[in-house]
C-alpha cells in the first residue's frame, strides 16, 4: 500500500469474537491506505452494516455460529455492487478453502498468519488478484496438481470451450442464455488471471482434459 495517493481501502471486519476483531483493528488499523469502516459480530448484523456501508473488502470469519463465513460471503457476493471477500480462519482444511473460492472469496489467511501476510492478501485481491495463506495453498495442492478452482458449471464451459464451440453452441447444448455463457466466460477468465478472449480459448485447448474434456 505505497500510493499514498489512492483512495482508502475501506475494509469492514466479521468476527463473533470481541477480541479478534480487537486485535485486527489493532493489527490493521495504522496501515496507510486502509479504513476499517466498520465491523460486525454476526451475520443478520453484518448483511445489514455491509448493505449501508457498501464496504471495499470484507474481511470475514469461516468459523461463525449463527451462518459460517462460506455462507455468508455466497450471500454477500449476490448483490450488486459486490465487495471482495477474503476468508479468515483457524481452519487449514482443503475443503473449506474450495468452498470459499467457488462461492466467490477471492482470499483465504489464516488466523494466525502474521500480519504482513493478512496486509498482502488485502492488498492482492483488491487490486483484482486472489490471495491464499503459503501453508493453506501448500496443504491445497498437496496431493493434486495445482489448477483452478472451478465450479462444475464453469468446468463444463471451459471444456467445451476446448472443444471449439462458441458461446451461442454452448448455450444451445447446456440450455442456457448466450448471456449466461458469456458471464461464465468472464468469471472463469478472472479466476484463470487470463486478460483476451484468444488466452482463454488457447488455456481451454490445453487444459480440457483436466476439466473432463475429450
Known amino acids: 500500500m505505497t500510493n499514498k495517493d489512492a483512495a482508502p481501502i475501506r475494509l469492514f471486519l466479521v468476527d463473533d469474537h470481541p477480541l479478534v476483531r480487537d486485535g485486527l483493528r489493532a493489527r490493521l488499523g495504522a496501515m496507510p491506505n486502509l479504513e476499517i469502516v466498520g465491523e460486525a459480530g454476526s451475520a443478520a448484523e453484518a448483511l445489514t452494516l455491509i448493505e449501508s456501508l457498501k464496504p471495499d473488502l470484507l474481511l470475514m470469519d469461516v468459523g461463525m455460529k449463527e451462518m459460517n463465513g462460506i455462507d455468508l460471503a455466497a ?4 448483490r450488486q455492487p459486490a465487495p471482495h471477500v477474503v476468508m479468515l480462519s483457524m481452519y487449514d482444511n482443503p475443503e473449506y478453502v474450495q468452498k470459499a473460492l467457488q462461492v466467490g472469496a477471492r482470499g483465504y489467511v489464516l488466523k494466525d498468519a502474521p500480519a504482513a501476510e493478512i496486509v498482502a492478501a488485502i492488498e ?5 488478484g486472489t490471495f491464499l495463506s503459503p501453508a493453506v495453498s501448500k496443504k491445497l495442492f498437496r496431493n493434486q496438481a495445482p489448477r483452478p478452482l472451478l465450479t462444475p458449471r464453469e468446468s463444463e464451459i471451459l471444456t467445451a470451450l476446448g472443444r471449439g464451440e462458441s458461446s451461442k453452441q454452448i448455450a444451445r447444448d447446456l440450455g442456457l442464455s448466450v448471456r449466461t455463457v458469456e458471464a461464465h466466460r468472464q468469471s472463469i477468465k478472472r479466476r484463470l488471471g487470463i486478460e483476451g478472449q484468444a488466452e482463454l480459448i488457447k488455456y481451454a485447448v490445453e487444459h480440457a482434459r483436466e476439466f473432463g474434456g475429450r
Open 124 to 128: 492482492a485481491v483488491s487490486g483484482g
Open 75 to 78: 450471500l454477500v457476493l449476490q
